[in-house]
């Protein structure tokens, strides 16, 4: 949904903090609570009563939906209208009359209120597990094939901050006054990050030495609206195993010598800095890399662990953010698979190969399939990294390969689906059914499309046992879910 609410014509690009707003007004509608006008500049008080799945707050007056961000179910304050149209509006908070019972007393972060970035930093962390599994609960209800299905009470991870080991940041502004950090949700503002509250310290360390490393050498910044310019996003990957960084120039074209003299000073700055690449990416779209890297370093990877697995690292590889989560999620999935040795397991959507490798030891063979080439590269390098000769990955489409595959093995003992955000294709699901796995997992990043393919499979022969939240990403509306389906013909 489009965030309006964080849009003001009057601040130019790359300001830090809150837009400046006009100065406030005392209005009727304050005083006389029957007479409200949900109109531009308008003051409202309100209670909030909910959090949508985006996570601002919504509180509802005479048939008009008003949402507003840094705010959490209980708080009643006094909100200034941005934009109201056809039922919706979306405003700023102008004052808390109570803040709610929900309401942490220390919240990790004192800006959360101006970047939005983290919806949730400012509700108490039990209060967000609550809320989180709440979300699985109500997609789950809208099929009726699902209502009952048991939702675990979510698993948190190690840390609750500075968890983030990847961060894709929008550089703005000019070389002398840089701005590094991330677009206001609707807008083309850029909130500059000093030290964010979910980004490992290693990744707080490289922002601020890049800042200065930009000014003292003068790197020209990309300006979208001229296209001139050099520098547009800095890409920071972090190996926790390791203690030590990535870091990705992202420029407009191929002009060496800035960006050469940038990471030597950097490197300088910060040894910890192993890899330093350039991406060149040219078009005008919102995709952030391209599709080469020039390296600057010899070495062109980092690694890292999950448990007693490594994984090689490239600038562009696909790997969760929270190793803690992503251990969680992988443990859940070796648990519930029951392998005892003697299974054939299929990994559909297996990126590097991730789960793959976490279940290869308790497998007689993993088959992984993926779409993008180069993380099937990546997968097959950590498998001989790993010593898991009994993995083989696939690149191609998935439906293609499943039915490939249904002519090859005699049977498939527990399937893993892991889709991308929209979730499995109808046909994907047809073709992993038609090969007859006792068990399917599936790793879902959306609490909608996995509630809608669970229903799928559901006159397919496979139900739904239970569903395992972990918590990937305090501090923001996102949550993994891990669900165990049985095939009723199998398992009867």
Same mark, same amino acid.
């Given at each position: 949904?489009?965030?309006?609410?964080? +849009?003001?014509?009057?601040?130019?690009?790359?300001?830090?903090? /809150?837009? $400046?707003?006009?100065?406030?007004?005392?209005?009727?509608?304050?005083?006389?609570?029957?007479?409200?006008?949900?109109?531009?500049?308008?003051?409202?008080? &309100?209670?909030?009563?909910? &959090? *949508?799945?985006?996570?601002? @707050?919504?509180?509802?007056?005479?048939?008009?939906?008003?949402?507003?961000?840094?705010?959490?179910?209980?708080?009643?304050?006094?909100?200034?209208?941005?934009?109201?149209?056809?039922?919706?509006?979306?405003?700023?908070?102008?004052?808390?009359?109570?803040? /709610?019972?929900? %309401?942490?007393?220390?919240?990790?972060?004192?800006?959360?209120?101006?970047?939005?970035?983290?919806?949730?930093?400012?509700?108490?962390?039990?209060?967000?597990?609550?809320?989180?599994? @709440?979300?699985? &609960?109500?997609?789950?209800?809208?099929?009726?094939?699902?209502?009952?299905?048991?939702?675990?009470?979510?698993?948190?991870?190690?840390?609750?901050?500075?968890?983030?080991?990847?961060?894709?940041?929008?550089?703005?502004?000019?070389?002398?006054?840089?701005?590094?950090?991330?677009?206001? %949700?609707?807008?083309?503002?850029?909130?500059?990050?000093?030290?964010?509250? &979910?980004?490992?310290?290693?990744?707080?360390?490289?922002?601020?030495?890049?800042?200065?490393?930009?000014?003292?050498?003068?790197?020209?910044?990309?300006?979208?609206?001229?296209?001139?310019?050099?520098?547009?996003?800095?890409?920071?990957?972090?190996?926790?195993?390791? +203690?030590?960084?990535?870091?990705?120039?992202?420029?407009?074209?191929?002009?060496?010598?800035?960006?050469?003299?940038?990471?030597?000073?950097?490197?300088? #700055?910060?040894?910890?800095?192993?890899?330093?690449?350039?991406?060149?990416?040219?078009?005008?779209?919102?995709?952030?890399?391209?599709?080469?890297?020039?390296?600057?370093?010899?070495?062109?990877?980092?690694? =890292?662990?999950? @448990?007693?697995? !490594?994984?090689?690292?490239?600038?562009?590889?696909?790997?969760?953010?929270?190793?803690?989560?992503?251990?969680?999620?992988?443990?859940?999935?070796?648990?519930?698979?029951?392998?005892?040795?003697?299974?054939?397991?299929?990994?559909?959507?297996?990126?590097?190969?991730?789960?793959?490798?976490?279940?290869?030891? %308790?497998?007689?063979?993993?088959?992984?399939? =993926?779409?993008?080439?180069?993380?099937? !590269?990546?997968?097959?390098?950590?498998?001989?990294?790993?010593?898991?000769?009994?993995?083989?990955?696939?690149?191609?489409?998935?439906?293609?390969?499943?039915? #490939?595959?249904?002519?090859?093995?005699?049977?498939?003992?527990?399937?893993?689906?892991?889709?991308?955000? +929209?979730?499995? *294709?109808?046909?994907?699901?047809?073709?992993?059914?038609?090969?007859?796995?006792?068990?399917?997992?599936?790793?879902?990043?959306?609490?909608?499309?996995?509630?809608?393919?669970?229903?799928?499979?559901?006159?397919?022969?496979?139900?739904?046992?239970?569903?395992?939240?972990? *918590?990937?990403?305090? $501090?923001?509306?996102?949550?993994?879910?891990?669900?165990?389906? #049985?095939?009723?013909?199998?398992?009867?």
């Amino acid at each position: 949904m489009v965030n309006i609410m964080a +849009k003001s014509p009057s601040r130019p690009a790359g300001v830090k903090g /809150s837009a $400046q707003r006009p100065a406030l007004r005392k209005t009727a509608a304050v005083a006389d609570k029957k007479t409200y006008a949900v109109s531009r500049n308008a003051d409202l008080e &309100l209670t909030v009563t909910a &959090l *949508d799945d985006e996570g601002f @707050g919504t509180a509802r007056i005479e048939g008009t939906i008003v949402k507003i961000g840094g705010t959490i179910p209980g708080d009643v304050l006094v909100v200034r209208v941005d934009h109201a149209a056809h039922g919706l509006a979306f405003a700023h908070v102008k004052r808390m009359i109570t803040p /709610s019972p929900l %309401r942490s007393r220390r919240p990790p972060c004192r800006e959360s209120n101006d970047c939005l970035g983290c919806p949730l930093i400012a509700m108490k962390y039990t209060e967000q597990l609550v809320w989180k599994r @709440g979300l699985m &609960l109500s997609e789950l209800a809208r099929h009726d094939d699902l209502k009952g299905v048991p939702v675990l009470p979510p698993l948190a991870p190690d840390n609750l901050i500075h968890y983030r080991t990847t961060a894709k940041l929008t550089v703005a502004g000019k070389f002398s006054n840089p701005f590094i950090g991330i677009y206001r %949700r609707a807008t083309h503002d850029v909130y500059d990050l000093d030290d964010c509250a &979910l980004h490992h310290p290693l990744i707080n360390r490289v922002v601020a030495v890049a800042r200065r490393g930009i000014t003292s050498l003068k790197v020209p910044i990309y300006n979208p609206h001229s296209k001139m310019g050099l520098l547009r996003y800095l890409v920071v990957r972090v190996s926790v195993s390791e +203690k030590t960084a990535m870091v990705v120039f992202v420029t407009a074209q191929r002009s060496y010598n800035e960006i050469h003299h940038l990471a030597r000073y950097m490197q300088k #700055e910060m040894p910890e800095i192993k890899v330093v690449a350039q991406n060149v990416n040219s078009s005008e779209g919102n995709v952030i890399m391209g599709s080469k890297d020039h390296f600057l370093t010899t070495q062109h990877h980092l690694t =890292e662990r999950i @448990g007693e697995v !490594a994984f090689r690292i490239s600038p562009r590889s696909f790997f969760q953010v929270n190793n803690s989560g992503a251990r969680l999620i992988y443990s859940t999935v070796r648990e519930w698979s029951g392998l005892t040795g003697q299974e054939t397991v299929l990994d559909v959507y297996c990126g590097i190969g991730g789960i793959a490798l976490y279940l290869a030891d %308790r497998a007689r063979q993993v088959i992984g399939i =993926e779409v993008v080439q180069e993380a099937v !590269a990546d997968a097959a390098a950590n498998a001989r990294l790993n010593r898991r000769d009994n993995c083989r990955f696939e690149a191609g489409d998935a439906a293609e390969l499943l039915e #490939e595959l249904a002519d090859e093995l005699e049977t498939v003992d527990v399937a893993v689906l892991n889709p991308p955000r +929209k979730g499995c *294709d109808a046909e994907v699901l047809k073709r992993v059914v038609a090969l007859a796995p006792r068990t399917i997992l599936y790793v879902s990043c959306s609490p909608s499309s996995l509630a809608r393919d669970l229903a799928l499979l559901a006159p397919l022969g496979y139900v739904c046992r239970e569903i395992q939240p972990v *918590d990937m990403f305090p $501090q923001t509306v996102h949550v993994e879910n891990v669900a165990r389906l #049985e095939n009723i013909d199998k398992n009867c």
